[in-house]
């Protein structure tokens, strides 16, 4: 099991930056991926960002790639999404998922959500 917790959103001007967290509990964190997912009003939920188990490898929705950069602590058991150069269509609701094992971009895979955190960028 394993339980998450985002923080860190908030509105902000184009241009500004934030940086999300996402706490989580449970003993195996080390062996899940961790994507950030967020979705926008009348919109399905889309993959922003993810990080395999070991750490090692990331990946990028293109519409945030240079921008946005996800990092783990796992001594922390903490994950992290900066993400700079906001745009308005950056405003969603943005949360953190776990899988074990593999990293996958599909939300569909993911075991555990957290309750998200509003983003909100205006131009």
């Known amino acids: 099991q394993v339980h998450l917790v985002e923080s860190g959103g908030g509105l902000v001007q184009a241009g500004d930056s934030l940086r999300l967290s996402c706490a989580a509990s449970g003993r195996t964190f080390t062996t899940y991926s961790m994507g950030w997912f967020r979705q926008a009003p009348g919109k399905e939920r889309e993959f922003v960002a993810g990080i395999s188990w070991i750490g090692g490898s990331v990946y990028y929705a293109d519409s945030v790639k240079g921008r946005f950069t996800i990092s783990r602590d796992n001594a922390k058991k903490t994950v992290y999404l900066q993400m700079n150069s906001l745009k308005p269509e950056d405003t969603a609701v943005y949360y953190c998922?776990?899988?074990?094992?593999?990293?996958?971009?599909?939300?569909?895979?993911?075991?555990?959500w957290g309750q998200g955190t509003q983003v909100t960028v205006s131009s």
């Open positions: 998922a776990a899988r074990s094992g593999a990293f996958a971009a599909s939300p569909k895979v993911y075991d555990y």
